[in-house]
């Protein structure tokens, strides 16, 4: 069976937190930067399991303030979009002092919020805590049992991005561990439920047919993500106005972009168009 219309990933953590690199042993590619923060981002997964097939979208996320991050995803604005995303990865490096640890609490803590307040209490999202390798060492010696209780207390699991298991992957107990195990939890999850839930105007299916369309379909999607995030109000005349005008816009550099990449082999088209939205996400 294939889920034509998935919910989303979000991959998110501190500036540096290794997100990207996460991706990349995940699903095999990670977007490429273009400026030096990576939110805004966006990537693709094709999923196969014997139970269904799905091309995942993936927001990607950055917080370097985390009551900053908090304050702009509980306005009732943002519902809409946290409703569909149904997995949550955080990743964050290994920590120095004391004070990562808290900062790391503190993160787990308001994506919890996050999440209870527009889905109510614990949600049905896989939410997973990926610690990734610290360059700076000696960083604090944290035992998994004891970051199992912290991710735990915040409805989280615990994952040692770093941990690969026996010849077969597993630890003792035949469990997966490290990447696979979050492919294994992703692999579980119900991605049913995407469809028709983000009301995101224009027809950029129509429009970005013949490009690349789902690389459009996220554009779009990162629009109304950043619409919402930051508290556009729909019932405001002025406001209405300056969206269609943005709208317009972006729609005639997509309709640019597409008659640019015609003519181009299928994987420099789809690096083209890759980077061509990411540009267009800047200037939100």
């Not at 195990?181 to 991605?191: G, I, S, T």
């Amino acid at each position: 069976m294939e889920i034509q219309h998935p919910r989303r990933i979000i991959a998110l953590g501190a500036p540096d937190s290794g997100v990207l690199n996460l991706l990349k042993d995940l699903t095999g590619s990670a977007p490429t930067p273009i400026s030096s923060t990576t939110a805004g981002l966006s990537h693709t997964w094709a999923l196969t399991t014997k139970y269904y097939t799905a091309t995942l979208p993936i927001w990607i996320d950055e917080i370097p303030s985390v009551s900053e991050w908090r304050g702009e995803f509980i306005k009732p604005e943002a519902k809409e979009v946290i409703s569909v995303i149904g997995a949550w990865i955080f990743c964050f490096r290994r920590p120095v002092t004391t004070a990562d640890v808290a900062t790391i609490k503190e993160a787990l803590k308001a994506i919890a919020d996050v999440i209870e307040r527009a889905c109510g209490y614990g949600g049905d999202a896989v939410c997973l805590a990926v610690a990734m390798p610290q360059s700076t060492t000696p960083y604090l010696d944290m035992g998994k049992e004891e970051w199992d209780e912290v991710c735990m207390e915040y409805g989280f699991e615990f994952v040692d991005g770093e941990e690969k298991g026996g010849a077969k992957g597993t630890n003792e107990f035949r469990e997966e561990v490290g990447v696979k195990r979050v492919e294994e939890a992703l692999m579980a999850n119900d991605w049913e439920g995407g469809e028709g839930e983000l009301d995101l105007g224009g027809e950029w299916g129509e429009e970005g047919e013949g490009l690349d369309a789902e690389e459009v379909e996220m554009g779009a999607e990162l629009f109304g993500l950043k619409a919402a995030v930051h508290g556009v109000e729909d019932d405001e005349e002025g406001d209405e106005e300056k969206q269609v005008e943005e709208l317009e816009s972006m729609m005639r550099k997509m309709v640019a972009i597409k008659e640019t990449s015609e003519g181009m082999p299928e994987a420099e088209r789809k690096r083209f168009a890759a980077k061509a939205v990411n540009d267009l996400m800047k200037d939100l």
